[in-house]
């Protein structure tokens, strides 16, 4: 098992060998080949090869959090490790690996938006019922992102989807968006840096007061 860095620092994309690069080749840290996929990690700072027979005394994949791609998924212990951090922002909460394992920057911003919660109201302002609704959300994109098309896995990260719609022009309800009109109320997109790493976040000023 290949394991980068806990906070999710850097980023992975799958292609095909014949398949272009969305990143420069300049920024390639990691590269893992099979005949057919090719797996590319961009500007990640800290990588480390783990035996399988392993893992279950390294510490650092012991620590993750529930992980919503796993047959064993516990939504509730999910929910229970957000509470935990308290006064934190709950969009850096979602990209903490130790309370929610495999959410990243887009996903977590996407989340909230269809949750209507605004990404920095603390952890102990929201209910649980929000938690569990966050949790919810987090885990059905997650999923519903990397299952792929009925055709394979996906490839191209242009196609990923949390909206719904038909239009291939409307993948995203907010990220990647900053400045345009939101999609539920045409307020603009707006966009902030925040976190440790300096994590863009974006969100919708007027649908998410919570």
């Known amino acids: 098992m290949l394991r980068t860095h806990m906070r999710m ?7 095909r060998p014949d398949e272009r690069w969305q990143r420069s080749a300049r920024d390639m840290r990691v590269l893992v080949a099979t005949a057919d996929f090719v ?3 961009f500007n990640i700072p800290v ?11 390294h510490e650092p994949v012991a620590a993750l959090g ?8 516990d939504p ?16 850096d909460a979602l990209i903490n690996q130790r309370l929610l394992a495999g959410l990243g920057n887009v996903l977590k911003s996407e989340a909230l938006f269809e949750c209507r919660i605004n990404p ?17 959300a987090g885990s059905r994109l997650l999923q519903a992102n990397v ?3 009925s055709t394979g896995l996906r490839t191209d ?5 949390t909206t719904g719609r038909d239009n291939p022009s409307e993948p995203l309800w907010v990220y990647g968006r900053a400045a345009l009109p939101c999609r539920r109320c045409g307020t603009p997109v707006a966009i902030r840096k925040h976190g440790l790493d300096a994590r863009l976040t974006y969100w919708c000023p007027a649908c998410q007061t919570s």
């Open 147 to 149: 299952a792929g098309a």
């Open 47 to 57: 990588a480390e090869f783990v035996k399988s027979s392993e893992l279950a005394r």
């Open 76 to 91: 509730d212990e999910a929910v229970r490790r957000l509470r935990s951090k308290g006064s934190a922002s709950i969009a």
């Open 157 to 161: 990260a242009r196609i990923r989807r």
């Open 9 to 15: 620092s850097g980023s992975w994309h799958i292609y």
């Open 120 to 136: 920095f109201a603390s952890v102990d302002s929201l209910t649980d019922d929000q938690l569990q609704q966050l949790v919810a």
């Open 39 to 41: 797996a590319v990690g």
């Open 66 to 73: 529930p992980d919503p791609l796993s047959t064993t998924f």
